[in-house]
Every structure is written in C-alpha cells, then in structure tokens.
C-alpha cells in the first residue's frame, strides 16, 4: 500500500487516552472505588493488554470508555479522550460505531433468536447504512476474514449451531462489521479451550495488521487476566492492581523486567509448562484490600515482600517508558519475589498400585425413552475404555480440553457415577458398583467451583463436622471440635474459621475448606477435579502449594485433573492425555512433555500462550467427518498417515518405560518431531 | 409479630404491614367473638333484616342475627381453611416433590404423572370431586383445597431440588456414601426452603379464595356455621334489601385477602435472592 510508510510513524497520535479516570459505585457501605486514578493511551496499530486478578477493576475500565456503567456509578477523569470526542458526552454515540467490543462469553453476547448473519449486518445497516443486500455482501466477506468456513452458509445459521471458538469469530466479526478505530477485548479467549485459543489469538494478531479504510489502523486494548496471552499479542502492558495502575510499558519490560512487587509476585505464582518441576509457586499471601476506603498509601502494602518504612505514603508514578507505582522499584529492580519452603520431606511412593482401573466405559444416552426403549439411541461413550493406575503419594495429572470426559472419569474412579463396563480396585481390593464405607472413607474429591461445593447454609464448622461424623472420626462435640481445628490447621486456615459461613470466606479460603473436608475421614487417595481453575493466580499459587505439601505430608494419592496443562506440568508425577473419552498419551510427566510425544499432547502444548514466545498457530486441517473405529483425533490430526487413522483402532505403543502412546505413527517418526517449545521463533 | 419490625435486619415494609394486620384479624377471630354483645347463632326474629346502626354495626340478617358477631365468629373458617389447606400441601407436596427428585425413574414418573392427573382438572371441580361423595364440613373443605395444591408444591419442590442436587456439596455428600435422607435432610431442604416458603406465602390466598368458594357452593361448614363465603351465599336473596348481610363478610373476605397477600410478597421481598440481590457482599 503506498501510504504504509506514513501511517507507520503514527507516534503521538494516540487514538484512545485515558487520564485520572475514577469509578466509584454506590453501596450499602458507602462508595466502592473500583477504578482510582488509572491512565492509558492507545496509538492506532498497537494492542494494550490490561491485566490484573478479579476485582483489580480491569472490566469497569471497559465498561467506563462503553458508557455503559450505569446512572448509579460516579464516574471522573481528567481526560477521556476518543480521537478528539470526550467519551463522558459521546460514548453512547461511539459506541459499537466506532469503538467495538467483544466479551468473554460470545454465547451469551450473540442473540439465539436471531441468524448470525443478521446480527453481522445489523452494526452495517445502523451505523453505515448500507444497503441490506450489500451488507450481507460484506458480512459474508468478513466472516470468510475471520478464518469462518462456508461463510455463506453460516450467515444462515443460528448461534447454537456454532462452536464456541465459531461464536467467538462471529463475536469479532460483528464487533468488526461497523469498521471502529478500537476494538475492546474484555477477557475474549477465557472460556474457550487452549487450542481454540491460539486460533483467537492468531487471528487478532492477524487483525493488528489490517488496515481499515483510508489507511486507518486498528487499535485494541485486550483486557485479560492470562499473561501469556497478553505476552503473545500485546505492544504494552498496563497491571491494574486493586484499581490502581501500578505498572505499565512494553510487555518485554514490563513480563521479562518487572518492576513493580505485586507484578513480580503474579509472574512468580504462575505454574508454567515451559518450566515444570521448578520447585514452588510463589504465592501473593493475603486478600484484595478494603475497596470501600482506599488506603491512600501503596494499597499492596499488606501483601508485599518488599515492604518497608515509606510504603504508607502516597506512591507516586515513576519512569517514562515503563512506570511504576513503588518507591522502593529501584532498589528491589534485581530481586525476585521470595518463595517459602516446603514444610516437609516427601514421603516415599510406593510401588503397590493403590487405585487400578481397567476398561473402564461409560454411555450417556441421547434421545428419549422411546428410541432407547427401541435401541435406537445412538449415545455417547464419554469414557471409553480406560485404564490406569494410581500408585500411594503420586499425582497422576489429568488433561484435556472441555467435553473430553476427564471429569466424568474422575467420577467413574470414586463409583459417583455407574460404568457401563470395566473393573475398578482400590488397595488391591474390588470396588463394588455400591461401594462400601470403607472406600468412601479413603477416597474423596475436591471440586473446582467452590461456590457451589459448600453448602451456603452451614458453618465451616458445620461442613466439616459432617465429614467428621459421617465417617465416625470423632462423636463427642467436644472432640469433633478438636478434629475441625486440625483440619483447619491442616488447609492453614484460622481457627476462627469454624464459625463463618461460606460467603463470608474469599475464593481461596472456601477451597482451604473443600479440601479441609475431602481431607476429613483421612484419605489415601483424593480426586482433585479442577480444584484451582477458578482461583486467581495469586490465590491458584498458594493452593497449589498446599495440595503438594499435603502429598508430601500425608502421602495423599491424586488424580489431578485440569484443562491448563501449565497446573499439570507443575504438580503432576506421571500425566494423562484424554480426548474424546480415551487416555492418549500416558507417562511420567518428563516424558510426555517431550518427544516422542501424541499429536494431540503436541498440539495441546503448542497452543499454550507462553510469556517470551511468539508463534503462529497452524491453521485448523480441514474439517473431515469425525472417524467411526478409527482413532478419534485423526480428523484434527496433522500428520495423519491416511485413511488407516479413520478406519483402525490405533494400537498402544510403548514408548518407554510406563510412557504409551495410543497412536498409527511408528514411534521413531513421533521421536523425531521437534521439542514444542523450539516450534516457531522465541523471543 | 410487632418485635420483628424492630429487627436490624430492615425488613420489607409489605411484610411488616401485613404481618401486623395479619395479627389484628387473628386476634379478632380469638378474642372477638367475646367483644360483641350477641350470640352469633342466636335468633331474634323482631330485629330481621335491621341496617348498620349503632347497636348492630354490621347490621342483622333475616333470622335477626348480628352480622359482626357472625362475621368474627366466622373468621377463624377462613383462616384455618387458608392455613390448615397450605400445611397440608406442605406435608404432601414436599416429601414427594424431594423423592421425585432424589429417585430419577420410575419413582418420578410415577410422582409426576400423577401431579399432572391432578393439575389437569379445574381447582374448583377437584374440590367438587371430594366434597361431593361425602358430607360436606370444614375438614374436608381444608383437605380438598389442600389437595388443590399438592401439584404445585411437588412440582415447585422437585425443581428446586433437581437444581440443588447439582450441586457440588451434594457431590460431596454422595462422595461420604450418604443416601436418600441424610442429602435431602441436611443438604437440600435448609436451601430449597425459602423458594417454597414464598410460593406458600402467595398461595394461601388463592386457598382462602378457595376454600370460600366452595363454601358459597354448599360444599364446606353447614348452617349454622358463619363461613363468610356460605354467609355471602345465604345474603344473596336479600341483596335487594340488605346488602350488608353480603357486604360484611365480603369486605371481610378482601381484607384478609390484601392481607395475606402483603405478608407473601413481604417473604417473597425477603427471601427471593433475585430480588433481596446479596445480602451479604
């Protein structure tokens, strides 16, 4: 194009500038301030990442610059600037005009009554007024630029007739349909699966490049609390903690040389898959400080490992091309955030198996009573005949992406749920269908959402009491008591804890609890089912750490199971890769997180954003029908040997010793695939 | 009942209103009766059909009974046929509506299908079905509004619980080995309460309605009795001449009504957590 060479050298011609904003909400409290004194600036052509954990005020931001918070919310700024319109006035008229957004969950933002291709035109037809015809024209074309096959068919489709990571293009391309200067990303790739993700991801960093109209670049401001996705497609980065900003510059500096305690402290908490068994996570002790009244100090204070005399004072923002907010950045520039010690030796694995599944199947049945009352319900087998073991004090990591049945086996391993086929034992013992109490008793589970996994009704107390009871640990109240302030001392929570009720506790505290009480009846093995998806990283850190100790301390068994491959790399001895019901791959993590390794397992690898990686995904092969008999991942399969893959089951191969393969591609051609984390360019 | 309105808590207006006025007639019903001068089912045939006046507030009707002592006495009817018919749909409704939830299959189809025989026929008509065979009296006026609303609670109820046994903590409690009593006990009816608490709350109204209703019918008390709905059906001759026999224990029938229905919306106000939002954020 022949003006690339000018709009290249846009340098102050910040599309976006954001100066003092401050959000504050009403509360029966008082004033919540979620957003205090945060600025930013966006130039066209550049990607700001905006990170922070859960209540760091990141979403509000966006929700400030849509106008879309609301008449009760008080909202201040020295400057917020939109190419010459003040946003405070002319928001509403910008909006979805000229400033696009795109959320986290396009399955709640895309309309199921209406066609996809008439909620891709509607921004055309409002805000451009092209002609209908026309329109659908260019939405058919933006679809076909969003990676979308058959564009012209899904335009006739309805949302629920789409994938997620399809819901999500379409998400973009309406988002993209009125042609804005900015595009908002309010966290667009979190509910999506690791390699959906690196195809949203490739395709946004597809978008940075594309010129607009008259030579005009797209600016995007990428809200997320995930590093490397950040890392992967930002020019900036801005750390919100808390509401304020307390470190921003170019994501190098910023991930590589942080400056500030509180971002050091989350790159320290962060299980990454690029350096698994690295010893600890370093968590970020304590809580979210007191929204209502601000500390007009360093608000991280409480938190810090650097903390000193000075903190208490106002922090200014220092530096010119990467600011902080921290008094002290200069000289802790060279120190890392500090991580504790293990509280004790880990105690030797044994080589007896303690849990021992075998063909172990599972049907859910689709369709009514009548088709399965004529056998004609086709069904699902979530969990196909899968074998494993367990042996005392290891942690067997589970992964694989949403749907594939991991939880389901999770389940079928503590009878939750009938099977259809296969043999379970427990200590060299069967395990009936209706297992006895003594299996209950040593084999418990932890679950993910730790909203739902206490009963909101009863007291910590309470809940662990009924484990205590149930299984006869203790009788007497007195000595039950006795026993709550143990486990409590066991998840290192107060003691004082035994009388609060669940929402009373913070994301962390409540799985302290969730564990405290798997760890009730004093099992040998425990089910950990995506115990800390749903925690922040600083919070994720510290849990992570205490389900180790307690292996190391108890000489507990798990069976770890999570999507994030980065969790699994850290905790796991042995890992298993699942897809569509079958266990993959399956060795000591080591091995399977090098060649020789399963298609599958490579890809699962290289799709994980990496901080200090930047790589193009491959894209998607081409959709075939999925294989009857065959191996299940053939039709996403890259190096697919032919039609062998769709039609024969493929066979188990041993790749080492306790490393097996379920894969057609002789090992010494697996062997000889590159280490996924040389695949593409590190920076 | 008035200690409530003194509760930190800030109770909804409704529900402090209503609740006060809900005691009023209460007490009424109790102690009332003992207010006025005249025997509620005595005859005094040279004061027929007298108006309000000083002496007969609420008037007299044909046999010359005074009306308020009637409708006082009478007040009790109705609040027992309310009450007495909802504590009945609880008794039947929740303990079914759970074990069609806890027991998937057969025991729920079983529940279920029943629940919709019940639910396809016209509240009045079913209440008709039961009275009709045998004698009609308070009893079975109070059992067959119950019966009324047995489905509603069933299927309220079976709902609520389906949505809780998702829920991780019971996944826990089945990871204890616990069965069918324990979960339900312990587990899903300290949460599955407040939602059925509302639906009563809202309900007894339409049971009172209800239980008046078929009153008018002849299907419930029997004269002597001051049911105001068979009070309502015997004034109906004299409508012409003397409203108030009608008017008093309709308008008596409406407070109560509007009452009730304050004290429902009130519980609905405080224990729907899609309207109270987060108590405690």
Request: with cysteine; glycine share 10%.
């Amino acid at each position: 194009m022949p003006d690339a060479a000018m709009s290249d050298v846009v340098v102050d011609g910040n599309v976006l500038r954001v100066e003092a904003l401050s959000v504050a909400y009403p509360s029966r409290d008082g004033w919540l301030h979620a957003v205090d004194g945060v600025s930013l600036s966006i130039a066209p052509g550049t990607v700001l990442g905006l990170v922070g954990e859960s209540g760091s005020g990141k979403s509000t931001v966006v929700l400030a610059l849509l106008g879309l918070l609301g008449s009760s919310a008080r909202l201040r700024a020295e400057r917020l600037e939109f190419d010459g319109h003040d946003l405070l006035r002319e928001a509403a008229a910008l909006r979805g005009r000229r400033i696009g957004v795109v959320f986290q969950d396009s399955a709640a933002t895309l309309n199921p009554a209406l066609t996809v291709g008439t909620q891709v035109v509607e921004p055309m037809r409002v805000h451009l007024g092209t002609k209908r015809a026309l329109a659908w024209q260019r939405g058919i074309e933006l679809l076909a630029e969003m990676g979308i096959p058959r564009p012209a068919e899904i335009m006739r489709s309805y949302p629920h007739q789409l994938s997620g990571g399809m819901k999500q293009r379409v998400g973009i391309a309406a988002a993209l349909a009125s042609e804005p200067d900015l595009l908002l990303l309010d966290e667009p790739t979190t509910a999506l699966d690791v390699t959906i993700e690196a195809q949203i991801l490739s395709l946004l960093d597809r978008l940075r490049t594309m010129r607009l109209e008259g030579g005009r670049r797209l600016a995007m401001l990428l809200v997320s609390h995930n590093l490397g996705i950040v890392d992967r497609l930002c020019d900036s980065v801005s750390v919100l903690y808390a509401g304020r900003l307390v470190e921003s510059g170019t994501t190098a500096n910023v991930l590589q040389r942080p400056l500030h305690p509180y971002s050091k402290g989350l790159l320290a908490a962060l299980p990454r898959v690029d350096r698994q068994h690295a010893g600890r996570l370093a968590p970020i002790p304590g809580r979210l400080p007191d929204l209502w009244a601000p500390d007009p100090g360093c608000n991280f204070r409480p938190r810090c490992a650097f903390a000193s005399a000075g903190c208490e004072q106002p922090q200014r923002v220092t530096g010119d091309h990467h600011k902080v907010r921290c008094h002290r950045a200069d000289t802790i520039v060279d120190i890392p955030w500090p991580i504790e010690r293990a509280t004790a030796a880990a105690q030797p694995r044994s080589a007896v198996p303690l849990v021992e599944a075998a063909d172990l199947s599972i049907r859910f049945d689709s369709g009514g009573w009548l088709q399965r009352l004529l056998g004609e319900s086709a069904g699902i087998l979530a969990v196909d005949r899968v074998s494993l073991t367990i042996h005392s004090g290891e942690v067997l990591g589970l992964v694989g992406e949403s749907g594939c049945g991991k939880s389901t086996l999770g389940r079928l391993l503590l009878r939750l749920l009938p099977a259809l086929d296969g043999t379970l034992s427990f200590a060299a013992e069967p395990v009936r269908a209706k297992p006895d109490a003594r299996f209950r008793r040593q084999a418990q589970v932890v679950f993910q959402n730790s909203d739902t996994s206490l009963n909101p009704r009863q007291t910590v107390g309470e809940i662990l009491g009924r484990a205590i009871r149930w299984f006869a640990i203790a009788n007497v109240e007195a000595e039950v008591m006795v026993e709550v302030g143990r486990l409590l001392d066991l998840v290192r929570l107060p003691r004082s804890y035994a009388r609060r009720y669940p929402h009373q506790l913070s994301g962390g505290e409540k799985q302290r609890v969730g564990i405290a009480r798997a760890l009730a009846p004093r099992p040998r093995f425990v089910v950990c089912d995506e115990a800390v998806s749903a925690l922040d990283v600083s919070v994720q850190a510290a849990v992570l750490n205490l389900l180790r100790d307690l292996r190391d301390q108890l000489g507990v068994a798990y069976l770890f199971i999570s999507h994030d491959i980065g969790v699994i790399a850290h905790i796991a001895d042995r890992i298993a890769v699942m897809y569509r019901g079958t266990i993959v791959e399956e060795g000591l993590a080591d091995d399977v997180l090098r060649p020789p390794y399963h298609p599958y397992t490579e890809l699962l690898l290289s799709s994980v954003p990496l901080i200090g990686r930047q790589r193009d995904t491959d894209p998607p092969p081409a959709a075939r029908p999925p294989a009857a008999g065959g191996c299940k991942f053939a039709d996403r399969c890259r190096f697919r040997l032919g039609p062998l893959c769709d039609s024969v089951p493929p066979p188990l191969q041993a790749a080492g010793p306790g490393h097996r393969i379920r894969c057609h591609i002789p090992l010494p051609q697996l062997a000889g695939q590159p280490h996924w984390l040389d695949r593409g360019e590190t920076t | 009942m008035t200690a409530v309105a003194r509760s930190p808590l800030r109770l909804p207006s409704s529900l402090v209103l209503g609740a006060a006025l809900l005691g009023l007639i209460a007490a009424a019903a109790i102690v009332g009766i003992w207010l006025t001068p005249y025997d509620p089912a005595a005859f005094a045939v040279r004061d027929r059909l007298q108006p309000p006046s000083a002496l007969h507030p609420f008037g007299t009707d044909e046999f010359g009974r005074d009306v308020l002592s009637r409708v006082l006495a009478g007040a009790h009817l109705s609040l027992a046929a309310g009450f007495g018919a909802m504590a009945i749909s609880l008794a039947v409704g929740v303990p079914l509506g759970l074990l069609a939830a806890f027991h998937r299959g057969v025991t729920e189809e079983l529940i279920m299908r029943a629940v919709d025989l019940l639910i396809s026929l016209p509240p009045v008509l079913l209440g008709l079905l039961v009275l009709a065979v045998t004698p009609p009296s308070l009893g079975k006026t109070i059992a067959a509004v119950g019966l009324v609303y047995v489905p509603i609670l069933v299927r309220l109820t079976r709902a609520v619980a389906l949505g809780l046994l998702q829920e991780d903590f019971v996944q826990a409690a089945r990871a204890r080995g616990e069965g069918a009593v324990p979960i339900l006990w312990h587990e899903i009816l300290p949460n599955a309460w407040p939602p059925i608490i509302v639906e009563c709350g809202l309900r007894v109204t339409f049971a009172i309605l209800l239980g008046s209703a078929l009153s008018f019918l002849g299907l419930g008390p029997q004269p002597p009795a001051s049911e105001w709905g068979l009070m309502i059906a015997e004034g109906r001759d004299f409508l012409r001449q003397a409203p108030w026999i009608c008017l008093a224990p309709g308008l008596s029938l409406c407070v109560l009504l509007v009452t009730v229905n304050l004290v429902g919306e009130g519980l609905r106000e405080r224990l729907d957590p899609q309207l109270s939002g987060r108590a405690h954020a």
